[in-house]
């Protein structure tokens, strides 16, 4: 009846309040990890500790095969220059001529054909019949460049083929070439002129994606990036080592490496390249000049300067303005070297901080004192050693989310284990108080009847004897004194009423001592201060009293208790009304308590130093009712007895012993 109760509430919060706890902590992890990564703030803070990465990672130049073809401003107000579909379908003639071999040509957006054109229209054929031989001669060596949105914020995202450009079959109304062999994608928001987020098309990359090219059959095509697709045919035309294959397997985004500001990449101007033609070609400036520069290389063309969707200018991690053609030659190179960062799918990104959400919590549920911050700064340092390792190996993960998700989860099931704690304490202590209550109602019952017994007993066997004694006497006796008779009756009469009255008082006052529900020994110490202060024990005190190892809620201790509480008093009683002056010589008094093993020793002594008793002659004091109640006390302990010494120089010691079971 004591243990279980405690013990049933400890086990109960070791395994089912633990699962409990568990799924608590990965779900806040979960619901944070969602809350924290729509946070603009979160995501700009991640983005700018990418981007310190970013500076330092990529080998100190760029690769030699890339050289750019930029197109600025000045170019476009030269009236000499006519940039027409002839003009660049021509100086690509040219450069290809000269030995280059890719050329990745951004196209200008207004060369587009609306969407609705699905096959060559005859009105535009002259037009772009320049452009279409050149891809028709050259598709092997030529990327035409088509700009996309971001295809992670689409489920399928669009993709508009250039049939214009394409050489097609009349019969059966198919081009003759593979949109996808010449066709590469570049992503390109206008959010990336000031990226907020790590999935700006500033930062991260599709090498691969599938797109609707056709919405009445609802048509979906694999298309390759750019970047990609040039190295694929680099790679051709060089004969090296194929590369581009292992990155087509690449699923999600990749970080694109940046090798510095804009113009890090050896570019060309078209008027070193082109001098101004009647016909609106480009007749090249010097040929052996501009195969030296091109040859086995590949060339990007496209506008360099000005904000405009030509331009497709985003903010690079330097922070200065990059041209669209630049990030192409910046994503290519990371491909070229294979030192781009790598970006793992988003469920493996959850695991990981779902399993560090799970160590938290698994530590703030066995949390100690100071243990739980060297568990949490050991999670948070495992993790930064993980992210080092990982980005020694060209991988990229996350930083500030999962440390942000890991506080707000540790402090959330933190909260929560100290309210469902205190939530326990509260309710095994009110179980508890209610347990006690119980056992000292049993205790108060048990205590009830054998004072009743008690009574009755002493009643049987005295008044109603004496009763019965009178009684046979009227019945045996002709003479009789009724005066003596009459005042017997009386006697025996108001004996009996006295009893009773006894037991009614006591039945009133009948409860457990409030002093000793905190253990016998401070109960014994209250007492002794109440009587100190009363002024009913003037002797000096001297106590020793040493807590026991008390069952709290068992009735029968409880019971026993409250009679070794009365063996006190009594003993104390005798004291102050036999030893103390000026009944009495006694200077002081000396209260014991103590336990050896399941033993337990009650002593009270006046003037003498309990260490001097034990070789003491001992006798047992004969007396009234007082002797009698100390007798009946020990009797009903388990293994109780007492005794009163003696000593020489009259003295008195009285010690009462039991067994705590």
């Not at 790598?342 to 959850?350: A, D, K, T, V, Y």
């Not at 003491?616 to 007396?623: I, M």
Request: proline share 5%; charged share 20%.
């Amino acid at each position: 009846m004591n243990e279980p109760p405690f013990q049933h509430n400890q086990m109960l919060w070791s395994k089912g309040w633990q699962i409990k706890f568990l799924s608590l902590g990965i779900s806040c992890s979960v619901f944070y990890n969602f809350i924290f990564s729509q946070i603009p703030l979160v995501q700009k803070l991640e983005l700018q500790l990418q981007d310190i990465l970013l500076r330092l990672h990529h080998p100190k130049y760029p690769p030699k095969e890339i050289i750019l073809v930029k197109i600025q401003r000045k170019d476009l107000a030269n009236q000499k220059l006519s940039l027409g579909r002839v003009f660049y379908a021509d100086l690509v003639n040219n450069l290809l001529e000269a030995g280059a071999s890719v050329v990745v040509l951004n196209l200008r957006n207004d060369w587009r054909e609306p969407q609705d054109f699905e096959y060559p229209i005859n009105i535009t054929e002259p037009i772009n019949r320049p452009l279409k031989n050149l891809v028709q001669n050259h598709g092997n060596q030529l990327v035409l460049v088509t700009r996309t949105n971001s295809i992670s914020n689409y489920n399928k995202p669009k993709f508009l083929i250039y049939n214009h450009l394409l050489p097609f079959d009349g019969e059966q109304l198919q081009p003759l070439i593979p949109p996808e062999t010449i066709q590469g994608f570049f992503e390109y928001e206008s959010e990336a002129e000031l990226p907020r987020a790590l999935s700006s098309t500033a930062r991260r990359a599709h090498l691969v994606g599938r797109f609707s090219v056709s919405e009445e059959i609802n048509q979906v095509k694999t298309f390759k990036s750019a970047a990609l697709l040039a190295l694929e045919k680099f790679e051709k035309q060089e004969q090296k080592v194929s590369l581009s294959s292992r990155f087509t397997k690449i699923p999600s985004q990749v970080e694109i490496n940046f090798w510095g500001r804009a113009g890090t990449f050896p570019s060309l101007e078209l008027t070193s390249i082109c001098q101004p033609s009647k016909d609106k070609k480009c007749l090249v400036v010097s040929h052996s000049q501009l195969s030296q520069q091109v040859r086995h290389k590949v060339v990007f063309i496209g506008f360099a300067e000005g904000n405009n969707i030509h331009t497709m200018a985003m903010l690079s991690p330097k922070g200065d303005s990059m041209a669209g053609v630049e990030i192409q030659a910046n994503l290519m190179a990371s491909l070229m070297t294979d030192s781009f960062l790598q970006i793992p799918p988003q469920w493996i990104e959850l695991i990981i901080v779902i399993f560090g959400a799970f160590l938290l919590t698994f530590g703030v549920y066995n949390y100690r004192n100071w243990r739980l911050l060297g568990l949490v700064l050991a999670i948070f340092s495992g993790y930064l050693g993980v992210f080092l390792i990982a980005y020694k190996y060209n991988w990229i993960l996350a930083i500030i989310l999962p440390l942000l998700v890991w506080t707000a989860t540790g402090i959330s099931v933190f909260v929560y284990l100290i309210l469902g704690r205190q939530k326990e304490v509260i309710t095994l202590q009110n179980y508890q108080i209610s347990q006690i209550k119980a056992a000292e109602q049993e205790a108060i019952l048990s205590r009830t009847r054998k004072i009743l017994h008690r009574t009755a007993c002493d009643i049987h066997d005295g008044a109603l004897q004496d009763l019965k004694l009178v009684m046979d006497k009227i019945e045996l006796e002709s003479d009789l004194d009724v005066d003596a008779i009459l005042n017997k009756l009386a006697a025996l009469g108001q004996e009996i009423r006295e009893k009773l009255s006894n037991i009614r008082s006591l039945a009133e006052k009948m409860e457990v001592t409030p002093a000793l529900r905190q253990g016998l020994d401070v109960g014994i110490s209250a007492t002794l201060q109440d009587l100190v202060k009363s002024g009913k024990l003037t002797l000096r005190v001297i106590t020793e009293l040493q807590p026991l190892q008390e069952p709290e809620l068992n009735s029968v201790w409880i019971e026993h208790r409250e009679e070794i509480y009365r063996f006190l008093g009594e003993a104390l009683n005798n004291v102050i009304q036999h030893a103390q002056p000026p009944h009495g010589t006694a200077t002081q008094v000396c209260i014991s308590l103590g336990q050896e093993g399941d033993r337990c020793i009650l002593a009270i002594a006046n003037d003498i130093d309990t260490s001097m008793v034990k070789n003491t002659t001992c006798r047992r004091k004969k007396g009234g009712y007082g002797t009698k109640m100390m007798d009946a006390i020990a009797s009903e302990l388990p293994g109780g007895t007492w005794e009163m010494l003696f000593l020489p120089d009259g003295q008195v010691r009285v010690t009462l012993s039991w067994r705590l079971s």
